[in-house]
């Protein structure tokens, strides 16, 4: 270490919905052509030129996706970047010219290059994001953590067996995508309950991350200090208030009126403005993404070195985003995080994957609460009496699968297409779009839509209906049915 204060680990959770071939715009796999566009292959650029560890997790639902785009997949995608976005950023740049706006004109043309410039990415690696990841990691600073197979709210399963599934399935798929399981697992919405670690134990786990706010406040010092659980596992608590100079949608960096504004759109979903309403100018913005990664730097700097001095040792602290934030949600966010890495190098702050800070810092042992990042830090998001429908469907189905496999494993097609709806329909993603207000009736439809499928599949196994086609376009390739079927 270059001092003895300790080191910050950056945790990037990258995840999209299952929304490949399910839908267009405004609702469906545009979120994902989007995101591929102004986020992945960005940070895949970002990553490759910086040369820094960083914790890069990546959902296997993600990944289920992302393999589908040296296919017909990616020749939507590349509709969409080469068609869709220049005809509408044309359109748009030619109302504003004809309404005497010559400002917001060229920022939608400037704009219009980032996919131009997506669109070059993909061609230069064929299409294959997963097979690009891997080599990031291969040798390199970057650490692939794994995930939960379609990013399931663990707690909220009603079996071992259906627990067992989501997080069996998720490993495998790491394994077979990347070559190794290194033991890093982003619990989804960092929702934990205590004894979840001896699933994950069982399936290899050596360290995943943990909210703990709720317990000691923001600002702890227990917040910057991994736990050692009884399984052998090593929770890795997330420092919220760290967290939030990023995340606070009121306070944080993204919320100043100099960058780009996400919710001031054009007729055709384009943003040319500032969110402080003025036409969006990108050169001030980056210099203004610079000084916020020196700040956030500075700040994580006296984070740590006022744990040290209150503890006596040196920690790891731990600030996770979501990747998706920085590029899309945060236009500037990926800017700011290049500055962020050469800040770290002048500050004098060490930079670490979540497993080297493990390594180097003490390991406390004491219980942890059950908890979540969501809003309240509870499972209320996903849990409560807006979402109720949606949380009992997915139990319910999960119950008649786990009882359905236990009387019939025939025919083989029929179980693997219940097991694949079955892990649709746990995502997370359907009740937190119904918690947030975010997607219109999209979530119910795909609810019932996985749910009848579900039932058709079940209805192969125990009665005449029937056998549908085992797969459920890409997802759950790597299928763990040994959960299901076990004794």
């Not at 994902?32 to 820094?52: G, I």
């Not at 400002?103 to 996919?115: C, T, W």
């Not at 490993?171 to 619990?187: D, K, L, N």
């Not at 006022?306 to 996770?320: D, N």
Request: aromatic share 8%; with cysteine; hydrophobic share 45%.
């Amino acid at each position: 270490m270059s001092s003895d204060r300790g080191a910050l680990a950056l945790v990037l959770h990258s995840h999209m919905p299952y929304v490949e071939g399910f839908g267009t715009w405004p609702f469906g796999e545009e979120w994902l052509w989007e995101a591929v566009a102004t986020v992945y292959m960005p940070l895949l650029d970002l990553l490759e030129q910086a040369r820094v560890p960083v914790t890069v997790g990546l959902t296997p639902v993600l990944c289920d996706q992302l393999e589908t785009l040296p296919g017909a997949a990616g020749a939507r995608l590349r509709g969409f970047l080469g068609d869709t976005r220049r005809v509408v950023h044309e359109r748009d740049a030619k109302g504003f010219e004809e309404a005497g706006e010559p400002e917001l004109a060229a920022e939608i043309r400037r704009a219009g290059g980032d996919y131009a410039r997506a669109m070059e990415r993909l061609e230069a690696c064929g299409g294959d994001l997963v097979g690009a990841f891997a080599r990031l990691a291969e040798g390199g600073p970057v650490e692939l953590w794994a995930s939960s197979a379609t990013h399931a709210v663990l707690p909220m399963l009603a079996s071992n067996p259906g627990l067992r599934l989501q997080i069996a399935t998720g490993v495998t798929a790491h394994e077979r995508r990347f070559g190794s399981f290194g033991g890093g697992f982003w619990i989804p919405e960092c929702a934990y309950e205590p004894g979840l670690e001896r699933e994950l134990a069982d399936r290899g786990a050596r360290a995943f991350c943990v909210d703990q706010t709720s317990l000691y406040g923001e600002g702890a010092p227990e917040h910057l200090e991994p736990v050692i659980t009884p399984a052998g596992v090593v929770a890795v608590p997330i420092d919220w208030l760290t967290v939030e100079l990023v995340w606070n949608e009121k306070t944080g960096y993204p919320a100043h009126p100099c960058y780009r504004d996400l919710h001031h759109r054009t007729i055709h979903d384009l943003h040319p403005w500032s969110s402080g309403g003025n036409p969006y100018r990108p050169a001030d913005a980056r210099a203004l993404a610079g000084e916020h990664a020196r700040d956030f730097v500075r700040r994580c700097v006296e984070r740590l070195d006022c744990h040290a001095r209150e503890r006596g040792r040196p920690g790891l602290l731990c600030c996770a985003l979501d990747t998706e934030l920085l590029g899309h949600w945060w236009y500037e966010g990926q800017i700011w995080l290049a500055r962020v890495f050469e800040e770290a190098g002048a500050q004098g702050l060490d930079l670490v994957t979540v497993s080297d800070g493990v390594e180097r810092v003490l390991l406390s042992e004491r219980e942890l609460a059950a908890s979540s990042w969501g809003q309240g830090k509870d499972l209320s998001t996903w849990d409560s009496p807006l979402v109720a429908d949606l949380a009992f469907a997915a139990r319910a189905a999960e119950l008649r699968t786990v009882v359905a496999a236990a009387l019939s494993r025939e025919p083989a097609a029929a179980l693997e297409r219940a097991a694949r709806e079955l892990l649709a329909l746990q995502a997370s993603d359907w009740a937190f779009q119904v918690s947030r207000e975010s997607a219109s009736d999209y979530p119910l439809e795909r609810v019932a839509g996985h749910a009848a499928a579900h039932d058709a599949a079940l209805g192969a196994l125990t009665d005449s209906a029937p056998v549908p086609e085992p797969a459920l376009r890409n997802l759950a390739p790597y299928l763990e049915l040994a959960p299901l079927v076990a004794p």
